[in-house]
């Protein structure tokens, strides 16, 4: 996609021309056997490559995220989404690394996806686009990390979504990854996880204004179907106790009940709202197709059954990171990871986080996962020549 194509304008978003956005010499040949062409990447970079080009670290980002992981969304006004791990003295320092972030393929903030124009009809793709794999994903992130001319990344970084990315690049290219770091995710998606995101397609393919994936060409938009499917999800990155102690039972604005279906609760409000934003910077195709291919993830699966042959031998090292309260993906997922990198013989460090933040606890304030993932950043830059940070 393009960033004047009108589809994407369609959604209510308009990304500067000052994007970058690396258009793929050859088409992508997804998992799915389907080749992608053109290939388009829309991503960001912060800091500088050093001569080496042996500091560059690349963030993968979780389901509804984009490129702009510590700068200004431009379409949202909103300020980058890690900003507690990435930017200036963080973990992640841009004055000591080069970090690169993409949309991943078959998102909606520039780079290839169900919004973008399908060439051979000159209108969008809409469900015609192929079905994709984090592994397509880590495929498409790799061509633009050649494109930017780096054989080998320092580290490759990311929770959730993100977190799977990140295992995909370490089993995938090995030998290209020097650290990773998968924080608050699974080697799969479990059966629980595959039912919440059936309930979040179902509502945006229960909205009328769906229109069969075609909404852009008759220029509706499945805002409801889309906003029940993000209010679904949002209860899954939280925690009982978070819920329990933000929200509790109390009324919003007002001081009895109304005996009728308006937001009484305040959890209710808080949930509608964050539907309602949603929907404003968000393509409902783009989220059929992360959820499949979240589903779709299974590392085991793609090794004969066995985790621990994804990692064989591997000389990455590994930071994986849990938290306690997080029930989207919680610390079991993360052992069983641990588990497989022992197995294969990786170099495995692991600490679960006590936090009552739920899955969202990584992309929050939590001072536990700074210093954890700040000492692992700082002893692996250490052992590729980084230097310490002072």
Sequence with gaps: MSV???ALSRQGASLPRATPIFRAPVPLMTEG????????????????????????????????????VASSNPVTGRPGWWPTMVGPGRPIDTDRFFVICSNVIGGCMGSSGPASLNEGT???????????????????????????????????????????????????????VFAAMPIATGARHSAQNIAFHEVGRQAVMADPDWQG?????????????????????????????ALQSKFGRKLQNRDAR????????????????????????????????????MDYFDLAADHGGSLSQAFQGSQTRFCVVSFTSDWLFPTAESRSIIH???????????????????????????????????????????????????
């Design 340 to 390: 497989a990198l022992n197995a294969g013989g990786a170099s495995v460090s692991f600490v679960e986080i006590d936090s009552d933040k739920g899955h969202d606890a990584f992309l929050l304030d939590v001072p536990d996962l700074f210093a954890t993932t700040g000492g692992f950043i700082n002893a692996a830059a250490k052992a590729r020549g980084l230097g310490v940070k002072p």
């Design 33 to 68: 056997g389907i080749a992608l062409s053109p290939l388009e990447v829309a991503y960001q970079t912060y800091g500088t490559l050093n001569a080496q080009k042996s500091n560059a670290v690349l963030i993968c980002h979780a389901l509804t995220g984009d490129q702009y």
């Design 4 to 6: 004047s194509d009108p």
């Design 213 to 241: 994936g075609r909404y852009l060409v008759t220029g509706t938009r499945p805002a409801k179907g889309l906003g029940v499917a993000r209010m679904a999800a949002h209860i899954t990155y939280l925690s009982e106790n």
């Design 122 to 176: 000159g209108q969008p793709y809409g469900l015609d686009f192929p079905v994709l794999t984090i592994a397509d994903m880590v495929n498409a992130q790799a061509m633009l990390v050649d494109h930017l001319g780096i054989d080998s990344l320092f580290c490759v970084a990311g929770g959730s979504m993100g977190g799977m990315q990140v295992l995909q690049w370490a089993a995938r290219f090995p030998a290209r």
């Design 258 to 293: 109304t005996f009728s279906f308006d937001a009484d609760f305040q959890i209710e409000s808080y949930l509608r709202y964050q539907g309602e934003s949603f929907v404003e910077r968000f393509d409902a195709n783009s989220y059929l197709y992360l959820t499949r291919a």
